[in-house]
């Protein structure tokens, strides 16, 4: 069974967030509520000072998302690469499976 313990988090100035994670996955949701509040409030109190709180936290949201499927992109593309490689090794004169 997971090893799960309930933390809560805030993101925004909004209500208190009450979460169930792995115990392993407690630093990462700390630091996700860091990163996802420090971006807020700079853009909230600088960039975007002028827009509704609810617009800047769409484009954190955003932001976050494109970084996202960013880096899920770069890992299909090594996962490609990786099979490339497999299979250039794998016919390496030589090297070849009986």
Do not use: C
Not at 24 to 51: C, G, I, P, Y
Not at 57 to 80: G, I, P
């Amino acid at each position: 069974m997971a090893d799960k313990q309930n933390i809560t988090i805030q993101l925004a100035g909004q209500p208190k967030i009450p979460l169930a994670v792995e115990r392993s996955d407690e630093e990462l949701a700390r630091r996700a509520e860091k990163m996802v509040n420090d971006l807020w409030h700079r853009w909230a109190t600088q960039t975007f000072a002028a827009e509704p709180q609810l617009k800047v936290m769409a484009r954190v949201a955003f932001q976050f998302a494109m970084l996202y499927l960013r880096n899920e992109r770069s890992a299909d593309e090594l996962t490609k690469l990786n099979d490339e490689l497999n299979n250039l090794v794998k016919n390496l004169p030589g090297l070849e499976q009986h």
